[in-house]
T-cell receptor, first 110, second 112 residues
């Protein structure tokens, strides 16, 4: 089942903060976060693993609530370069592949 | 390292034609996947492979075939193209589940 992301879109001014949420109906081993600029491929931001391990960019923060099967991506003091579509990815039913949500579009203006 | 490469970048097909989208990686990754991206639908998993000789279906496998004869290559075959297969196709690879996925630049396919 595809994870559900919210909100669908966010509009910010530079310096403002945003939170993007991702939830799943199944127990998760990991949550991945990627950002995609228009016309480009998705780029890795962070992985959060069951048990608390995190891998990713130092400037990006995220949380993973295993019991609630939810993750949140925190974008603080947003910059113009943060604009793009953010995708969360979670384990498929077999736990062998990554399936993605529909994405959250973030627009940051000056 | 070239990373993940995909060819072609753009392709136009007529309904019923067949073609193969190529994907190759030079990072010795075991995991490879194919996704399609349509407006408002996000990235949907078509097929994936956990190693040479092993493939499995994803969320939207119908109309697509894959094989994995080498670690490096993971081609995606459309046997009889349909307009519903108009999309942007991304190939991705990783060293394992729970690791960063590296995406190729994508192939934009139009079926008329």
């Amino acid at each position: 089942q595809q994870p559900v992301q919210s909100p669908q879109a966010v509009i910010l001014r530079e310096g403002e903060d945003a939170v993007i949420n991702c939830s799943s109906s199944k127990a998760l081993y990991s949550v991945h976060w990627y950002r995609q600029k228009h016309g480009e491929a998705p780029v890795f931001l962070m992985i959060l693993l069951k048990g608390g391990e995190q891998k990713g960019h130092e400037k990006i923060s995220a949380s993973f609530n295993e019991k609630k099967q939810q993750s949140s991506l925190y974008l603080t003091a947003s910059q113009l370069s943060y604009s793009g579509t953010y995708f969360c990815g979670t384990d498929n039913q077999a736990g062998t592949a990554l399936i993605f949500g529909k994405g959250t579009t973030l627009s940051v203006s000056s | 390292n070239a990373g993940v490469t995909q060819t072609p970048k753009f392709q136009v097909l007529k309904t019923g034609q067949s073609m193969t989208l190529q994907c190759a990686q030079d990072m010795n990754h075991e995991y490879m996947s194919w996704y399609r991206q349509d407006p408002g639908m996000g990235l949907r998993l078509i097929h994936y492979s956990v190693g040479a000789g092993i493939t499995d279906q994803g969320e939207v496998p119908n109309g697509y075939n894959v094989s994995r004869s080498t670690t490096e290559d993971f081609p995606l075959r459309l046997l009889s193209a349909a307009p519903s297969q108009t999309s942007v196709y991304f190939c991705a690879s990783s060293q394992g589940f729970g690791y960063e996925q590296y995406f190729g630049p994508g192939t934009r396919l139009t079926v008329t």
